[in-house]
């Protein structure tokens, strides 16, 4: 068996259709003019037929009006596009010849109709078209005015010809003006495309130039609304770059963990005020939980054309450099701690062997060389803490707080950590604690005291918060029924480092907390006192002056 291979038969074509459902304009432009006379000339006829039937009677003016019809059907079914563009100029003549058999021999003005074929070579054809069209025009009018002698023949077709010729001028130089002002409305047109395209790849390069950098970057009116901004910024606050009016996913702090920042001291509101800032620190919890450190700056933009003025946000992620300056200062700190006791030793025995009376010349004065020598690194060394105590001091803000909520939010964390260990916490703050300080040291202390609290406090254990004020000092106890402290260990245990053998078997640590929340403390001029007892427990006691010692000093001087 011989397979033949089957050639599927070729689908019509698609252009074919369109071509014969959708006409070019050009088609449309000479269906649409020989159709509006061809309709003229069908109403004259039943005008005729209802008012003048014997004029049918008349062969040249039957004979007229059948070939304005036979023309329209016939210039309907042309394929224009197929052919030249003065063959549509048979059509014409053909309609100034069945016009003129519809013209002659009657007492009607039938040569008005003249006026289609005048306009449509007078709009679309070179003036030496319209002259021939005219001068077919006359030759009919001269051939009627044989056949029918009258005295007033010449000057009748000196009348039509004047007022066609008119009408043919002034419609031909009307087109050309159009055709003039349309070449200039598409050059101009081209021109604005080409500018609008222009204008667009600038902004399309702007908007990869300003994501493809780390910056935040922020345009924002002088009425506080979002203009525009970049990924970056996008990102850092929680955006919808399709939607910048969509409140931000980010929170504002103070600082870590510390309080939020109010509306009004936002970089995005001092700049919407018209303020002028440079390197506004400002903590930044993100919508996917991480703690960023921005610093925010803000620039002027003067208005152009149309637009006003407005502001620009600059933020710059600086969250590494932040935490390696506080790394720094507090390793700085624990050294300098640290040195502090072997450089005392040093001291302190150099200082012993001198007051030997047996000593040598020779031993005394490298005893002595040893003893400056000392002095000198544990001056150096004092003046490292100090200058790094800043890490633990927290006088970067201080503000108005409410001591109590700050417990409240702290026990709210903790809480969950004391339900898994079996730990009930019992908050005693019924009244306000209002203070002067920083908030988020305060909320470093607060955390450090109850967490060491839950940690050191077994199972079906107690924990109280009790908070109160009296005489502008505001009292706050974290009470236990955990392990305690032995008296030996007691006076040791702020030491950076120093752990009890109990608290080394009940939880991990790093024994930094107590030292760092008393430095705290006493940073803000107050007090911090442990009273405890091994095996029953520990109370801690923190007392803080209302107002912090910088704010004292001021409205000293203020008064």
Do not use: C
């Amino acid at each position: 068996m011989t397979l033949k291979r089957v050639t599927p038969k070729a689908a019509p074509s698609l252009v074919d259709d369109q071509t014969l459902s959708a006409p070019d304009t050009r088609t449309r432009s000479i269906w649409l003019t020989q159709l509006v006379l061809a309709a003229s000339v069908v109403i004259i006829g039943v005008l005729v037929v209802a008012l003048r039937p014997s004029l049918f009677g008349v062969w040249n003016f039957a004979v007229g009006v059948l070939a304005i019809i036979v023309v329209t059907v016939a210039s309907l079914a042309v394929p224009w596009t197929r052919l030249p563009r003065e063959a549509v100029l048979v059509v014409v003549f053909l309609d100034t010849l069945a016009i003129g058999l519809m013209a002659s021999n009657t007492e009607l003005r039938f040569g008005y109709l003249w006026v289609f074929p005048v306009m449509w070579v007078a709009m679309y054809f070179p003036a030496t078209m319209l002259g021939a069209v005219l001068a077919t025009i006359a030759v009919i009018l001269l051939l009627d005015s044989t056949s029918n002698p009258d005295s007033n023949a010449a000057l009748r077709i000196f009348i039509v010809l004047l007022s066609l010729g008119f009408i043919g001028i002034t419609a031909h130089l009307a087109m050309r003006q159009m055709r003039a002002l349309r070449r200039v409305l598409q050059r101009q047109a081209r021109r604005l495309s080409e500018t609008l395209d222009r204008r667009s790849g600038q902004e399309r390069r702007t908007h990869e130039i300003l994501n493809g950098v780390d910056a935040g970057v922020a345009r924002i009116s002088l009425s506080g609304s979002l203009l525009m901004v970049n990924d970056a910024f996008a990102r850092l606050y929680g955006l919808d770059p399709r939607d910048v009016s969509q409140p931000a996913k980010s929170v504002e702090y103070t600082g870590l963990r510390g309080m939020p920042v109010p509306l009004s001291e936002r970089p995005l509101a001092r700049a919407a005020r018209g303020e002028i800032f440079t390197d506004a620190r400002v903590w930044v919890f993100t919508a996917s939980g991480e703690w960023r450190v921005l610093s925010v700056s803000s620039k002027r933009l003067s208005g152009l054309d149309r637009e006003d003025a407005s502001m620009l946000l600059l933020a710059y992620d600086v969250t590494a450099i932040t935490h390696a300056q506080r790394e720094r200062e507090r390793l700085s700190a624990i050294a300098s701690h640290e040195l502090k006791h072997p450089l005392t030793v040093m001291i302190g025995n150099a200082d012993l062997a001198l007051e030997d009376p047996d000593l040598s010349p020779r031993i005394r004065e490298r005893l002595e060389t040893i003893l400056r020598a000392s002095e000198r690194v544990l001056e150096m060394t004092s003046s490292m803490l100090k200058s790094s105590r800043t890490a633990f001091e927290g006088r970067e803000s201080y503000d108005d707080i409410d001591v109590r909520q700050i417990v409240v939010d702290s026990v709210d964390s903790f809480r969950p950590t004391a339900t898994a260990h079996d730990v009930t916490i019992a908050l005693d703050v019924h009244e306000p604690l209002p203070a002067t300080a920083d908030g988020f040291r305060m909320r470093q202390v607060v955390d450090n005291l109850v967490s060491n609290a839950i940690k050191y406090t077994p199972r079906d254990g107690d924990v109280r918060i009790t908070g109160s004020i009296d005489d502008d000092i505001v009292t706050l106890t974290v009470s236990d029924t955990g392990i305690g402290i032995s008296p030996d260990d007691l006076p040791s245990i702020m030491t950076p480092y120093f752990r009890t053998d109990t608290a080394k078997d009940t939880a991990s640590g790093t024994g930094l907390g107590l030292g760092i929340t008393r430095e705290i403390i006493a940073a803000h001029g107050g007090t911090l006192a442990i009273d405890s007892e091994l095996g029953s427990g520990t109370t801690v006691t923190v007392r803080l002056p209302r107002f912090a010692p910088a704010s004292r000093g001021a409205e000293k001087e203020d008064s």
